[in-house]
């Protein structure tokens, strides 16, 4: 699952730079939630555009995530893979989706989804909106981190939904939304609370993807909203790193 886009209704957007929605993008939604209007881009994800949509219907809001028409990868020499890549994605986060639906978990519902952006003009998903608030300053830090744990020991007990292979890592290396324990507190309390240990191979893995980009992509998800330290990011993974090596003896 990719990271969370930051659904803060008191958020506020520059109409100027309100996107427009294309007509095959209208076109493929009339039928589904009628005629709508764009409220905001979402801010806090790096794969794509994220719209909230306003439905004249006045039924609840949508959101629509879009993918990009081409997309660099150094990685692929091949064209295609570009494609490959974003249709492959759209169907994993649709099957997520739909392996949290009626689980009680704070997740929007998938309302619809074109892979290939055949229908819509580009990769594009739909779901319904969530109303919330990304917190990246907590008052209480250490609260904050205990319901971080919570929640993903809530998120790991939902079963694993069948998944294609995965381009960026092997589909025998991956956990079901496991990996996001790189905070040694939240990894100290989410081992608590589930009783179980994380195995520290799967945090390697992506702690050792690493890479100049971060510093980078970071601040894009980040958006503004706190400060953030790319010079010392490096220093803090590889001090991550040497704790995950520690537990794993």
Same mark, same amino acid.
């Given at each position: 699952?990719?990271?969370?886009?930051?659904?803060?209704?008191?958020?506020?957007?520059?109409?100027?730079?309100?996107?427009?929605?294309?007509?095959?993008?209208?076109?493929?939604?009339?039928?589904?939630?009628?005629?709508?209007? !764009?409220?905001?881009?979402?801010?806090?994800?790096?794969?794509?555009?994220?719209?909230?949509?306003?439905?004249?219907? /006045?039924?609840?809001?949508?959101?629509?995530?879009?993918?990009?028409?081409?997309?660099?990868?150094?990685?692929?020499?091949?064209?295609?893979?570009?494609?490959?890549?974003?249709?492959?994605?759209?169907?994993?986060?649709?099957?997520?989706?739909?392996?949290?639906?009626?689980?009680?978990?704070?997740?929007?519902?998938?309302?619809?989804?074109?892979?290939?952006?055949?229908?819509?003009?580009?990769?594009?998903?739909?779901?319904?909106?969530?109303?919330?608030?990304?917190?990246?300053?907590?008052?209480?830090?250490?609260?904050?981190?205990?319901?971080?744990?919570?929640?993903?020991?809530?998120?790991?007990? !939902?079963?694993?939904?069948?998944?294609?292979?995965?381009?960026?890592?092997?589909?025998?290396?991956?956990?079901?939304?496991? /990996?996001?324990?790189?905070?040694?507190?939240?990894?100290?309390?989410?081992?608590?609370?589930?009783?179980?240990?994380?195995?520290?191979?799967?945090?390697?893995?992506?702690?050792?993807?690493?890479?100049?980009?971060?510093?980078?992509?970071?601040?894009?998800?980040?958006?503004?909203?706190?400060? !953030?330290? /790319?010079?010392?990011?490096?220093?803090?993974?590889?001090?991550?790193?040497?704790?995950?090596?520690?537990?794993? /003896?």
């Amino acid at each position: 699952m990719p990271p969370p886009e930051d659904h803060d209704p008191d958020q506020a957007t520059d109409p100027s730079r309100i996107p427009a929605l294309d007509p095959a993008l209208r076109s493929w939604l009339a039928p589904m939630v009628g005629e709508v209007s !764009v409220v905001r881009s979402l801010v806090g994800g790096i794969t794509g555009q994220m719209l909230q949509l306003r439905r004249a219907d /006045g039924e609840a809001d949508i959101v629509v995530r879009r993918w990009p028409a081409e997309r660099d990868h150094a990685r692929d020499e091949d064209p295609s893979g570009d494609s490959r890549w974003q249709q492959g994605m759209v169907r994993r986060e649709a099957v997520g989706l739909e392996a949290l639906r009626g689980t009680g978990l704070p997740a929007p519902a998938l309302i619809a989804a074109d892979p290939d952006g055949s229908a819509s003009g580009r990769p594009t998903t739909v779901t319904t909106f969530l109303p919330g608030r990304v917190e990246l300053s907590p008052p209480d830090l250490r609260s904050w981190v205990r319901s971080l744990a919570e929640m993903l020991v809530r998120i790991h007990a !939902v079963p694993p939904p069948e998944l294609a292979a995965c381009e960026l890592w092997a589909s025998s290396d991956l956990r079901w939304l496991e /990996g996001d324990h790189e905070d040694p507190v939240a990894l100290e309390d989410y081992e608590q609370i589930a009783g179980r240990r994380v195995d520290p191979a799967a945090d390697l893995q992506r702690l050792l993807n690493f890479g100049p980009n971060w510093p980078e992509f970071i601040p894009l998800q980040v958006a503004g909203r706190a400060p !953030v330290d /790319g010079p010392g990011m490096a220093t803090r993974v590889r001090e991550t790193i040497m704790r995950t090596l520690r537990r794993a /003896g």
